[in-house]
């Protein structure tokens, strides 16, 4: 779904209900998604990619409720997401620490 003007909150809720099994996203550069779209996807709990790149609306609130609820992310991109705080990665990679979190030019992976 990446660059796709159209999609919103409300359309990855949709999506994360009807699609539990749902492993991979990407929403890069897509405006209507916020803290709200990643708390969502946090029934998901198969997702092992999660890629919103140049997300403006994602904030660490959705980041970390997108950590806790799943559990078997490898890699997380959100490099360009100007809401995300060091504060925020550094619990995310506490959450998951076998996971990959691309933010800006950091890259952490707590191992």
């Known amino acids: 779904m990446a660059g796709c003007a159209g999609i919103t909150d ?9 699609c ?8 890069d550069t897509v405006a209507g998604i916020s803290d709200e779209g990643a708390r969502a ?11 919103a790149n140049g997300c403006s609306g994602l904030g660490c609130q ?8 799943c559990k078997a992310l490898k890699r997380i991109d959100v490099r360009g997401c100007a809401r995300i705080t060091e504060e925020g990665l550094s619990e995310t990679a506490r959450l998951l620490p076998y996971c990959k979190v691309l933010a800006n030019t950091h890259a952490v992976q707590l191992m």
């Open 41 to 51: 996807l946090a029934g998901c709990a198969e997702l092992t990619s999660f890629q």
């Open 20 to 27: 539990r099994h749902l492993t991979a996203l990407s929403v």
């Open 10 to 18: 409300a359309g990855v809720a949709s999506l994360a209900a009807g």
């Open 62 to 69: 959705g980041l970390i409720a997108l950590a806790a609820g």
